[in-house]
């Protein structure tokens, strides 16, 4: 093993001195969990992972045994894990291929009426692999490298779908819904007299006709919205949580949106009897704030879900 590995798990111990022995249990670590895993390596190096172990060691109280800690990590597993919560498109993949169907599994059994399964996968993916906040670590950094990955998956996604029922009551499409008012809350960049009078007059025919809009959306462009809008998530991160090219997502997010605007058209012509000059006007300051309103959301909610 290279000097650089032995030199990460000291710097990863902090203040202090690893023993040789406990370096060479560490090393033994990283060896295994590279050659489970050798295409991680472009993005999670053997030195990443054994500062990574070297912090672990060092958080041990004095009464554990190191060897007996080491003996009951899964190295392979472990090293996934931390390749993962880099956000690394090679280690999502490996993770989305390894535990697909246990993920799969916890989406169904909790998916409801106005969340597909579809929907509750993306969620429980996102919730895993994606950190809340900036500054935050994705929840498979928690993974202690005790038991085998896919059971904490398991657990940890129902409990994830637990907590989230608990916080929301039901999980629907009220995370976009319920703040459709936002949109008319507000402030106009300059005074508009008519628009102020529109958002006054309409708020309830337009709260009602977005909601209708976001159920005409399909699954997959429900969870665009809130992946990106709601969570924050980047095109590049998009892309690789959905297996497609940036431009495609780009692509199908903008389809999304119009969609969303065009329904939101459609129900509104239908509910109101207005004269077409003042539609327009109404649309004009619709579209204008749609994007305001789902970065309002963002802000909002983020600690709820």
Avoid at 245 to 266: C, S
Wanted: glycine share 6%; proline share 2%; hydrophobic share 40%.
């Amino acid at each position: 093993m290279q000097q650089s590995v032995i030199d990460a798990v000291q710097r990863g111990y902090g203040d202090g001195t690893c023993s040789e022995e406990e370096v060479a249990l560490i090393v033994r670590v990283v060896e295994e969990g590279v050659k489970s895993w050798p295409q991680l390596l472009v993005e999670c190096e053997q030195e990443t992972f054994a500062f990574f172990l070297g912090e672990r060691l060092s958080s041990l109280s004095p009464e554990d045994h190191v060897s007996t800690w080491v003996d009951g990590l899964v190295p392979a597993d472990l090293y996934l894990a931390l390749a993962a919560s880099l956000g690394g498109e090679v280690a999502t993949q490996c993770v989305v291929d390894a535990y697909h169907a246990d993920i799969r599994a916890v989406a169904n059994k909790f998916a409801r009426s106005g969340l597909s399964s579809d929907e509750a996968y993306q969620m429980l993916l996102t919730h895993l692999l994606v950190p809340r906040t900036t500054g935050d670590e994705p929840k498979i950094l928690r993974y202690s490298g005790k038991g085998l990955l896919k059971n904490w998956i398991r657990v940890t996604s129902t409990r994830l779908f637990i907590d989230m029922l608990r916080k929301q009551n039901k999980l629907q499409e009220r995370n976009l819904s319920l703040d459709s008012e936002a949109v008319f809350d507000e402030p106009v960049a300059h005074q508009d007299l008519e628009l102020d009078f529109l958002k006054s007059k309409y708020r309830a025919e337009f709260k009602m006709a977005f909601s209708k809009a976001v159920k005409e959306l399909s699954s997959y462009q429900r969870n665009l919205l809130r992946q990106h809008h709601i969570g924050g998530l980047t095109l590049d991160r998009l892309a690789t949580l959905h297996h497609v090219h940036r431009a495609t997502i780009a692509r199908h997010l903008a389809e999304a949106r119009g969609l969303l605007l065009e329904h939101t058209r459609k129900f509104m012509m239908d509910e109101l009897v207005i004269n077409s000059g003042e539609f327009e006007s109404m649309m004009q300051l619709i579209a204008s704030k749609l994007e305001v309103s789902f970065s309002k959301l963002l802000h909002s909610t983020h600690h709820h879900v």
